[in-house]
């Protein structure tokens, strides 16, 4: 007997299975028994823009909610995070347009935006809270690319020296977490190198392994200054969204070179890839909520097309699929008390 006539007869004779689904789900008590995943602070990390200048705390355009904060003024977002317990922060700069070059060169500047921002959260707030950065060229290249730009074709290899002399100075600065989102090839492993030979045994590094070439960042380029400057595209060194199995192997090297952790980006539109990775790895997995899904989700509950649940439900679609943690603009703006 097939099991829709089995269904079709209990239906008519009105016996059911002996299992009812819906049993678990009356009470909110047994709902939590049950809850196969949580979600706390302690699996978000908040991303801060930063800016030059003092007293600045300025409105990203498309990022409701978003600001640049100049250093003087870092405290009053990290005194947010540690309230609410976020374990770690990432600096993203907003430099000068005169201080960009073709080289990227003021990446290698050891009083740079950001290791000045490294020096003062140090300073005040000893290890309270973890400090991860990029490493990538993109927010100090005139050509708006992550590498050196020479006959329209990212140099791989020469960009990489440019990196590990960009992770150890941030490493020096204090950064805890070096995040490599450039997505040459080899350059893990020339970072860990380096960090080691060094005695920077401790800092860790995020990879993101996969990175794929979105249409879903755009208004974090704006908001570091990137957007109007880039010259063509990035699909010679960032992932074909077409792509899964690649995605594997990008993990796989990467582990090979070091990374403690790695970050699948963007988030949303890549679950499966998480889930994928998540299969194949034990190894903690970042999903990375990028500025595009989070513009997206603001505008769409600003015209009350969706409500505000709808931001812990995109949270919670990151832990079904395996995240360990997320990067997400909402860290600091929710209460997760309300929802668990």
């Known amino acids: 007997m097939s099991h829709h006539i089995y269904y079709l007869r209990m239906i008519i004779t009105g016996k059911y299975p002996n299992l009812r689904m819906r049993r678990s789900r009356m009470h909110d008590w047994s709902r939590r028994l049950v809850q196969?995943?949580?979600?706390?602070?302690?699996?978000?990390?908040?991303?801060?823009?930063?800016?030059?200048?003092?007293?600045?705390?300025?409105?990203?355009?498309?990022?409701?909610?978003?600001?640049?904060?100049?250093?003087?003024?870092?405290?009053?977002?990290?005194?947010?995070?540690?309230k609410k317990k976020i374990?770690?922060?990432?600096?993203?700069?907003q430099i000068n347009n005169k201080l960009k070059d073709q080289f990227g060169s003021e990446a290698l500047n050891e009083n740079n935006l950001v290791c000045k921002a490294l020096r003062y959260i140090k300073k005040k707030?000893?290890?309270?809270?973890?400090?991860?950065?990029?490493?990538?060229?993109?927010?100090?290249?005139?050509?708006?690319?992550?590498g050196l730009f020479k006959n329209k074709k990212i140099l791989n290899d020469e960009t990489n020296e440019i990196l590990i002399k960009q992770a150890l100075i941030q490493a020096k600065a204090g950064c805890d977490v070096i995040a490599p989102s450039d997505m040459?090839?080899?350059?893990?492993?020339?970072?860990?190198?380096?960090?080691?030979?060094?005695?920077?045994?401790?800092?860790?590094?995020?990879?993101?392994?996969?990175?794929?070439?979105?249409?879903?960042?755009?208004?974090?380029?704006?908001?570091?200054g990137s957007k109007s400057a880039l010259k063509g595209n990035k699909k010679t060194y960032q992932m074909n969204f077409k792509n899964s199995d690649e995605a594997?192997?990008?993990?796989?090297?990467?582990?090979?070179?070091?990374?403690?952790?790695?970050?699948?980006?963007?988030?949303?539109p890549y679950l499966d890839i998480i889930r994928n990775v998540k299969n194949n790895f034990k190894i903690p997995i970042i999903a990375y909520q990028v500025s595009g899904e989070y513009s997206s989700i603001k505008n769409a509950i600003k015209n009350k097309i969706i409500d505000e649940n709808s931001i812990i439900e995109t949270l919670y679609s990151f832990k079904r699929a395996g995240a360990s943690s997320i990067v997400t603009y909402f860290a600091d703006q929710i209460d997760l008390n309300l929802f668990n």
Do not use: W
């Open 36 to 82: 196969e995943n949580n979600l706390s602070y302690n699996d978000l990390i908040l991303p801060i823009f930063i800016t030059e200048g003092k007293n600045k705390k300025i409105p990203i355009k498309n990022m409701p909610g978003v600001y640049r904060y100049s250093i003087n003024n870092l405290s009053s977002i990290i005194d947010k995070a540690l």
């Open 184 to 224: 040459m090839d080899g350059r893990v492993l020339k970072i860990r190198k380096e960090l080691d030979k060094n005695n920077l045994n401790d800092v860790q590094i995020i990879s993101y392994a996969v990175k794929y070439a979105s249409s879903f960042y755009g208004p974090f380029r704006d908001a570091v």
């Open 125 to 146: 707030y000893k290890n309270k809270i973890g400090i991860m950065c990029d490493v990538a060229l993109d927010p100090y290249t005139s050509h708006g690319h992550d």
């Open 87 to 93: 374990p770690m922060v990432a600096l993203f700069p």
């Open 248 to 268: 594997l192997r990008e993990i796989s090297l990467d582990i090979k070179e070091g990374a403690d952790m790695v970050m699948v980006k963007p988030g949303m």
